[in-house]
């Protein structure tokens, strides 16, 4: 008899440079925890990130900006990410690069306007009229062929729905029935279709039938409550891009001049201010009416010393806009020339008026045992094993370079202890792999050395 291991077939997901971060790891007096939810150390900086989102969460803090400030690799990146964790799916958070505004199919200020618009939500309310229920009968009612012929047409489907209240039975279009089958209902199923559209969503198998099988795919729910007929609230999310992309897209007609002009245009259009202001409009006048609902989410601006001055000064106009996000700028740059000018030098290559409206936050180098600590949490993430000794000679060297280049080493590092075949990473792999790859400093030294041997 011959027993074989099968490989399991779930999706191996990549491991990123912040798949570890969870949150910002504050207790519940938003006090910040040593190592906690992936992030380690910074402890000011997670705690006034945590004040930051009580103000998203509370809506206090549209239209404003934050500046994450400091060194490469203390862990910027990682505190945007963490915010967004915190806040949750259901607010918008639209990270980007400084330099993404360089593009050449369309403007600079229209690459910032569109992820301005990605930052906003709109919680739209509808009550809308449903039939809801578990499916007792399902019955399509078949007609002979108008067109002649042997085959039949489906004329009307009588459909029976109970729910705990009360049972119906309904007659049907037939478009309603291929909608039905797309969803693949049966009976036994609990579906609800609305009345005006006719769309059909099968919400799962009704839970009387649960104990039909001891293991299934199937999502059990209970029996609806309440009339058959009813009405039931539906929230919808969406962002203000998507709202402007689906207004900005010509609804051409079917003939073959129309459907070239719509393969002939450019992948990339701009949508115009006419149209954003019309959609104001409407949005304005649906969360008067209390339809929607604003959710300023929040937009995070990587590098923002590659921005330059027209892009700065397009940002305070943003800002200052009825319907605005919250804005969260990163940078490594102390002083340094702002893009666009030969001699204006601001702090974090930022203009001074625009600094006045930021509340900024500073985030400090790492030490050596917080290094250790981050070291660990990678090695985790990554499901690799390596002794105390290892970290140790791991946090010196990022002591020395950088914590991004100590956290670098740490996969081919296993990969020569699996060549020497081990399992465990010890400190022996660790400084073999660093005499072989160089570090910045050592390669700007080695360069300065050997100047002369190199291509002017």
Do not use: W
Not at 404 to 421: D, E, M, S
């Amino acid at each position: 008899m011959k027993i074989e291991e099968v490989k399991s077939t779930v999706k191996t997901q990549r491991i990123a440079a912040h798949s570890h971060i969870k949150g910002l790891g504050l207790d519940e007096n938003g006090a910040a925890l040593q190592n906690a939810a992936g992030l380690v150390g910074q402890k000011n900086a997670r705690e006034a990130a945590g004040i930051v989102i009580d103000l998203i969460r509370t809506k206090k803090m549209a239209g404003r900006a934050l500046l994450l400030a400091g060194p490469p690799g203390t862990g910027k990146t990682a505190i945007a990410l963490a915010i967004a964790q915190e806040l949750g799916n259901k607010v918008p958070f639209c990270p980007m690069v400084g330099s993404e505004v360089f593009s050449a199919e369309i403007k600079k200020t229209e690459v910032l306007m569109e992820n301005f618009r990605r930052s906003i939500g709109l919680r739209i309310r509808e009550t809308k009229e449903v039939y809801e229920g578990e499916v007792t009968e399902l019955t399509p009612v078949e007609t002979e062929n108008p067109m002649g012929g042997y085959g039949k047409t489906i004329s009307n489907v009588v459909i029976g729905l109970k729910t705990a209240k009360g049972t119906k039975q309904l007659k049907l279009d037939p478009s309603i029935y291929e909608s039905l089958q797309k969803e693949k209902v049966e009976v036994g199923d609990v579906i609800y279709i609305e009345a005006n559209s006719g769309a059909v969503k099968r919400q799962g198998r009704s839970d009387t039938f649960a104990t039909e099988f001891d293991l299934e795919t199937e999502e059990y729910v209970p029996l609806p409550k309440g009339d058959v007929h009813k009405k039931k609230e539906v929230v919808q999310d969406v962002t203000l891009h998507d709202l402007d992309v689906a207004n900005a897209r010509p609804q051409g007609g079917q003939d073959v001049l129309s459907m070239m002009g719509q393969l002939m245009k450019p992948k990339k259009t701009e949508i115009t201010d006419k149209l954003r202001m019309e959609i104001n409009k409407v949005v304005n006048r649906y969360i008067d009416q209390g339809i929607a609902e604003l959710v300023p989410g929040v937009l995070f601006i990587d590098e923002v010393h590659m921005l330059d001055l027209e892009t700065f000064t397009y940002l305070h106009k943003s800002l200052e806009s009825a319907i605005a996000p919250i804005v969260i700028f990163a940078t490594n740059r102390g002083h340094c020339v702002i893009r666009g000018t030969d001699d204006i030098v601001s702090p974090h290559g930022i203009p001074l008026d625009l600094l006045d409206r930021l509340l900024i936050i500073r985030t400090l180098t790492y030490s050596v045992s917080e290094i250790e600590q981050i070291i660990k949490l990678r090695a985790q993430t990554e499901g690799l094993q390596i002794e105390e000794s290892a970290v140790g000679a791991l946090s010196e060297i990022g002591k020395t370079t950088t914590l991004r280049y100590a956290v670098q080493l740490l996969t081919p590092a296993y990969q020569t202890c699996k060549v020497n075949g081990r399992s465990v990473i010890t400190k022996e792999d660790v400084l073999e792999i660093s005499s072989l790859f160089l570090d910045a400093k050592k390669s700007a030294k080695f360069l300065s050395e050997k100047n002369n041997k190199y291509m002017m």
